[in-house]
């Protein structure tokens, strides 16, 4: 069996060998290590968020500021707008201020001539009124004047009245008397001939014709009577005081004869008229 040979270095360093490194500082080193990769893992993750962030923070800086200029050039552009609106609004209020002040003088000018046609118009109603009242007055007395020449005419017209005639037409009105045959002139619808014949062996001329008395009965009012015209003779024989005698000459209507009427039939004569329509020429009376 050998032994070692006892030397003193020798067996400090086999101690130190065998007892090695103590594993709480390995423990230290590895826990060290490990915070400072998580440290730096941190640090790193954090950088990269810190700087994500601030170039997220740029762009929207960016597009805020893009904002804000396009909203200062729309503020721009309003206020330009409003100042044009200003100098347009301005216009318009002195305008307005014109148009009023014309406005309130066309006002006056008004009230001013309705004040002379006020003034006119009551004068011209007062003349009127004046006016009237005169024609009033004399409308009056024409009233008067006119209603009693109306009951004149009522009075004269009932005496007034139209029978047939011996050819079956009717006449116009007849007179029964002087009276009436007045009234008829008056009237000057037809034209009027008066005649007072006596029997006679002669005829005698009344208005465009010629008559010939050669009968009258006074107690029965009747004659009969001889009318010469357009070179012809005709008989109206027994005709009665009152009764139209009719007959037509050349040229006049058949509606419009001529007309005889005897209003007074005395012993061996007659009185009474003849009526001829306005449009009838002369006729040749019988020689």
């Known amino acids: 069996m050998s032994t070692t040979p006892n030397v003193p270095g020798a067996h400090e360093s086999e101690r130190y060998e065998n007892a090695g490194t103590p594993r709480w500082i390995i423990a230290v ?3 060290l290590v490990a915070a400072v990769v998580v440290v730096a893992y941190v640090g790193y993750s954090g950088q990269s968020k810190l700087e994500a962030g601030l170039a997220k923070a ?3 800086n960016k597009l ?3 904002q804000l200029d396009q909203a200062n050039a729309r503020l721009a552009e309003v206020k330009g707008h409003v100042d044009i609106t200003e100098q347009k609004l301005g216009m318009t209020q ?3 201020a014109r148009a009023k002040s014309r406005a309130e003088e066309i006002r006056k000018e008004q009230v001013a001539a309705d004040q002379r046609q006020t003034a006119q118009l009551s004068q011209v109603k007062q003349e009127s009124e004046e006016k009237i009242g005169a024609v009033a007055t004399e409308v009056g007395g024409a009233k008067k004047d006119i209603a009693d020449t109306r009951t004149d005419l009522e009075a004269t017209k009932s005496k007034l009245e139209r029978a047939l005639g011996d050819m079956g037409v009717m006449s116009g009105l007849i007179a029964r008397n002087q009276g009436d045959l007045e009234e008829l002139k008056r009237r000057g619808e037809r034209n009027y001939f008066e005649f007072t014949l006596a029997k006679a062996k002669s005829a005698e001329r009344v208005g465009p014709i010629q008559l010939k008395l050669e009968k009258a009965d006074a107690k029965k009012q009747r004659y009969t009577m001889t009318v010469f015209a357009d070179d012809k003779s005709i008989e109206k024989k027994d005709k009665t005081a009152g009764e139209p005698v009719q007959f037509l000459l050349k040229g006049a209507a058949r509606s419009a004869p001529y007309e005889i009427v005897v209003f007074e039939v005395t012993k061996d004569k007659v009185t009474g008229y003849l009526s001829t329509p ?3 020429a002369a006729a040749k009376p019988q020689s």
Do not use: C, G, M, N
Request: proline share 0%; net charge negative; aromatic share 0%.
């Open 29 to 31: 080193l590895i826990v």
């Open 58 to 60: 740029q762009d929207q």
């Open 64 to 66: 805020l500021t893009q």
């Open 94 to 96: 002195a305008d307005l």
């Open 278 to 280: 306005k449009e009838a």
